[in-house]
C-alpha cells in the first residue's frame, strides 16, 4: 500500500485505512488519530461523491458528463471534455477518444501507442490531437497535428 491508495478513487475504504497505517510505521496514538481523521475525510468525500452521482455524471467513462471537466491520466496529459461528452478508451488506456453528445469523435484524443505504420516520426510516437471550438485542428509550429504528450509520469 502507498500514499497514492489515499488519494484513489477506486480504493475501498478499508484500503485507505490501511495505507493510513502503512504510512505511520511505528505507529504512534498521534499518528492513529491522523490516520482516523484521514479515514473519516475520506469517508466524507465518498459520501460527497454519492451524492453528486445523483444529481449529475463526472465520470467521462462512465457516459456522458453533466459539466466541463478536465480529465488527467497517469502521466500528467489533460484531456478537456466538454458537458453532454465522454470519453472511449482501449481496455489499457492508450487510446482515448472524446465522443460528442451524440456519440461522434470529437477529434480530441490520445494516441499513447503511436502509429507504427505511418512514415511520420511524430505520428509513430505517443501522441495526441486537439480540435479547437471552431473546428480547426491544433497543430506544432511546423503544422503537424501530433502534439507531444507525456509518455512517463
Do not use: C, W
Not at 78 to 90: F, H, K, N, T, Y
Not at 97 to 117: C, I, K, L
Amino acid at each position: 500500500m502507498t500514499a497514492s491508495t489515499l488519494v484513489d478513487p477506486s480504493a475501498s475504504l478499508v484500503d485507505k485505512g490501511l495505507a493510513v497505517f502503512d504510512l505511520a510505521s511505528p505507529v504512534s496514538s498521534g499518528e492513529i488519530r491522523a490516520g482516523a481523521r484521514a479515514v473519516e475525510g475520506a469517508v466524507d468525500r465518498i459520501g460527497d461523491a454519492r451524492r453528486g452521482a445523483r444529481s449529475g455524471n463526472g465520470n467521462p467513462y462512465n457516459g456522458p458528463v453533466s459539466e466541463d471537466i478536465v480529465v488527467v491520466d497517469r502521466n500528467g496529459n489533460a484531456i478537456p471534455v466538454r458537458q453532454g461528452e465522454d470519453i472511449a478508451s482501449s481496455p489499457n488506456g492508450d487510446f482515448q477518444q472524446v465522443r460528442s453528445s451524440e456519440g461522434r469523435p470529437t477529434g480530441d484524443r490520445m494516441d499513447r501507442a503511436g502509429h507504427p505504420r505511418q512514415s511520420d516520426p511524430a505520428a509513430q510516437a505517443p501522441h495526441g490531437h486537439r480540435v479547437r471550438s471552431d473546428g480547426s485542428q491544433v497543430t506544432r509550429s511546423d503544422g503537424n497535428p501530433h502534439l507531444p504528450i507525456r509518455d512517463e509520469p
